[in-house]
């Protein structure tokens, strides 16, 4: 490590400490750290790129560690004057938690399953009981313990074999999401010597309760290959029983609902392709289900003697279709819900007499329920004009009761079983709000802003009742608008501490995400990405235009592909904000798409573009962040990053700060910190997970000047 840059680093951190003393509001004295300068580029399609600071990712030179720590040491002394509100805030919505605490039971043969979060404990402790509830508790694993002396924990995998004897789990220690299995005897409580390393998230059983498949990640974070394991046999003996050649697919294994078969299910961003293995037959051959079409997704669960299939297959907005057991090519397919060109399929669960699936109309889930022996179906009604719902535990096969979670803005979340005979609901459980929560003080509502092409884009709004439209409310707006995945009007603790200090949330439900069917996804991806851009921008002005906000009190947040956004949008309006706050975000597009050795950068050619392709690097170019930083006044940003993040790596915004300071033309405040033993969510306890967003809410409102 060069000295220069132990010398910065006590500079910036001397400089907190005098700040700290003075508490002069804005006063800071360190000054933003400066980054070597390496010259790097490289040409495509007759275009120099360029990418002075390439040296920053490799994370084993100690000139970039000591540069990440000297950002951290500017960013607390920008942040000095708010520690004790940060200690405010984190109390305040610590104090919200309900300290001990359970999931509701799922029941599985004679055991009811669950975990617990007990007083003062960061990670949750998993128990099932016996016979009844009443039973006395079982303990199966405690996550505390296992993160006792890291600075990190993740469960990945947490799987009871068939006969219930057995418990799979494994643990990333550090954020990188490479896991490592276990496997523990429950009848003699032993952790098998065993363990097996560099595994990924997916896992299954077969029915011998030995036979194990699991997958790993090849250099560039891949899940590639589908292994077979026997329980208690030397780790060199496990046997590869599929490898994915294709950079653009994803291997995963699963078991169907009805325990019948195993699954390797290969997935890109738009096609589809499974495998199936009896899961009585454990060291048998996986066979073809369908070969893979481009551009076709699907998936399947088993149900007596037939498949169902989930499928795009000539059907934007997907579709049910069914197959014998036996004749499963896409020749044999018949439809079973057909394709709507105004409603989306999200995805359907089966049991032994009922088929259930959850579509999106005008951009709110609802439920159906199919009686497959009566051949009626119903829709289960929800009460909030707003509101978000998705499937709970639903691990039994033989049973009338479809499990639901439900929350609005205002509500919540809940826990309900909705009995599929007697076509009622039952709440099984509402979160707690610690305190007291009245959802009546509070306003929940949908706006809509108009896209520069006429779309009219929803925006989800909640606020404190009483709050005046004069122009003057601080606003958070949020918003991701990629890869299909829908920003749900969902309810938080947390944000209450937003709520009760004058600020309008709003969500921007704008194109690229599938808020409004999967139309709303293809019309904000590949070359119609600007859309997504130009939504979230249209939904800023129309919440100015409404007078809930105005420029200097509007902070924006988004994170990863939505950290992408913040740094799009900002390039384009940054006249329009006060703040940024950018998660983990996806800023350096053109370096990231350009090296395909780099994790998870081919796949992505299918959501972005492949930059091979001359009118597809151009698109991108035109609004990758790190590439259209201009000579402007910028607002106040916050990045951050997670050292070990295998998804969206830490020196993307480590350089854009950099890119940034260098080219904005006032005095707003660019900070950027990094988790160093974390990855893309962040801290992983509950605590200290609340203090990030601590600090997200203090940067809010310092830099909006909300008074707190």
Sequence with gaps: ??????????????????????????????????????????????????????????????????????????????????????????????????????????????????????????????????????????????????????????????????????????????????????????????????????ISYSFAWANDNKTVFYTKRDKALRPYKAYRYTVGSAVNTETEIYHEKDDRFFVGVSRSTNDKYIFIGLGSQVTSEYWTLPADQPSGKFQLFAPRIQGVEYNIQAHEGRFIIHTNQNAVNFKLMETAENATDWSNWKELIPHNANIKLESFQVFKNYLTYIKREEGLRKLIVNNLAAGTSETVSFPDPSYTMSYGGNINYDTDKVRYNYSSLVRPNSTFDYSMSAKTSQLLKEDEVVGGYNADNYVSERIFATAPDGTKVPISLVYKKGLKRNGNNPTLLYGYGSYSIPTEPNFSPNRLSLLDRGFVYAIAHIRGSSDMGEQWYQDGKLMKKKNTFTDFIACAEELIAQKFTSTPKLGILGGSAGGLLMGAVTNMRPDLFGAVIAKVPFVDMMNTMLDPNLPLTVIEYEEWGNPNEKEAFEYMLSYSPNNNIKAVAYPHILATAGLNDPRVSYWEPAKWVQLIREAKTNDSYVIFKTNMGAGHGGSSGRYDYLKDIALDYAFLMEMLDVKY
């Excluded at 750290?33 to 100690?62: C, L, Y």
């Excluded at 000139?63 to 040491?73: K, M, R, S, T």
Aim: hydrophobic share 35%; aromatic share 10%; charged share 25%.
């Design 1 to 198: 490590m060069k000295k220069s840059y132990i010398v910065a680093i006590a500079l910036v951190s001397i400089a907190a400490i005098s700040c700290q003393k003075t508490q002069k509001k804005k006063m800071i004295t360190a000054q933003p750290p400066v980054a070597n300068k390496i010259e790097s580029s490289q040409e495509m399609h007759g275009t120099v790129v360029i990418d002075n600071f390439r040296w920053m990712q490799d994370k084993t030179n100690p000139e970039v560690i000591a540069h990440l720590e000297l950002e951290n040491a500017y960013a607390d002394s920008v942040m000095i004057n708010t520690v004790a509100f940060q200690e405010t805030l984190f109390n305040e919505m610590k104090s919200r938690l309900k300290e001990e605490d359970e999931t509701v039971p799922v029941q599985r043969g004679e055991y009811f399953y669950y975990s617990k979060l007990e007083p003062g404990k960061q990670y949750r402790l998993y128990f099932r009981k016996k016979g009844s509830l009443d039973a006395q508790p079982e303990l199966l694993l405690d996550a505390n313990l296992l993160a006792e002396g890291k600075g990190y924990l993740s469960i990945g995998t947490f799987s009871v074999s068939p006969d219930q004897k057995m418990l799979a789990y494994s643990v990333d220690n550090d954020g990188s999401e490479n896991f490592t299995l276990f496997i523990k005897n429950l009848e003699s409580g032993e952790v098998l010597p065993q363990s097996i390393s560099d």
